[in-house]
T-cell receptor, first 115, second 115 residues
Framework: DAGVIQSPRHEVTEMGQEVTLRCKPISGHDYLFWYRQTMMRGLELLIYFNNNVPIDDSGMPEDRFSAKMPNASFSTLKIQPSEPRDSAVYFC?????????????FGEGSRLTVL | AQTVTQSQPEMSVQEAETVTLSCTYDTSESDYYLFWYKQPPSRQMILVIRQEAYKQQNATENRFSVNFQKAAKSFSLKISDSQLGDAAMYFCAYSNRFGNEKLTFGTGTRLTIIP
């Protein structure tokens, strides 16, 4: 398997624009996680899905953030409208089991810069 | 809530030498999982080693081993025969046994390998 695939790898946009980040998990993995990494806050879990169903979105910072998983092989994280404080690296990860039990497989991340 | 503390923001070691990265955690649980994840400059996080709290034997993966001191709530990572490819951020992480809480990450230790 190719691993978790994220796109774009880098995104530079202007404040107020819509941003969509994409993720393809490893085939067969039941869990998908979206994380955000910043220097100030470290790694934060934003939301996770189990079998395509959102289970816990308590980490989503604001209503400007939304995530979907229309099928087992694709997920999106959308920010609308984007703000400079959203600048961060966004990671998607997948696993066979709940994150605390088994190994998490991370993508290479999407570095978002909002000007 | 559980906390994970990595008190060494940066560490450096000569190539071929041994280095130990520290991690302490706070929990009231008796059974849990501990992890070390590596994040190289490519950004993709990779699981290095995993320890189950009910196992007294320290986990080992090739040049990587842990010193798990349950009573002291300490979980250090030892890297033997350091190689240039070991240069990365290392994150300690905790999860309870039942996986019904978020995986908690430390703030990371940046390891530099000196040729």
């Amino acid at each position: 398997d190719a691993g978790v695939i994220q796109s774009p790898r880098h995104e530079v946009t202007e404040m107020g624009q819509e941003v969509t980040l994409r993720c393809k998990p490893i085939s067969g993995h039941d869990y998908l996680f979206w994380y955000r990494q910043t220097m100030m806050r470290g790694l934060e879990l934003l939301i996770y899905f189990n079998n395509n169903v959102p289970i816990d979105d308590s980490g989503m910072p604001e209503d400007r953030f939304s995530a979907k998983m229309p099928n087992a092989s694709f997920s999106t994280l959308k920010i609308q409208p984007s703000e400079p404080r959203d600048s961060a690296v966004y990671f998607c990860a997948s696993s066979l089991y709940w994150q605390g039990v088994g190994e998490l497989f991370f993508g290479e991340g999407s570095r978002l810069t909002v000007l | 809530a559980q906390t994970v503390t990595q008190s060494q923001p940066e560490m450096s070691v000569q190539e071929a030498e041994t280095v130990t990265l520290s991690c302490t955690y706070d929990t009231s649980e008796s059974d849990y999982y501990l992890f070390w994840y590596k994040q190289p400059p490519s950004r993709q996080m990779i699981l290095v080693i995993r320890q189950e709290a009910y196992k007294q034997q320290n986990a080992t993966e090739n040049r990587f081993s842990v010193n798990f001191q349950k009573a002291a709530k300490s979980f250090s990572l030892k890297i033997s025969d350091s190689q240039l490819g070991d240069a990365a951020m290392y994150f300690c992480a905790y999860s309870n046994r039942f996986g019904n809480e978020k995986l908690t990450f430390g703030t990371g230790t940046r390891l530099t390998i000196i040729p």
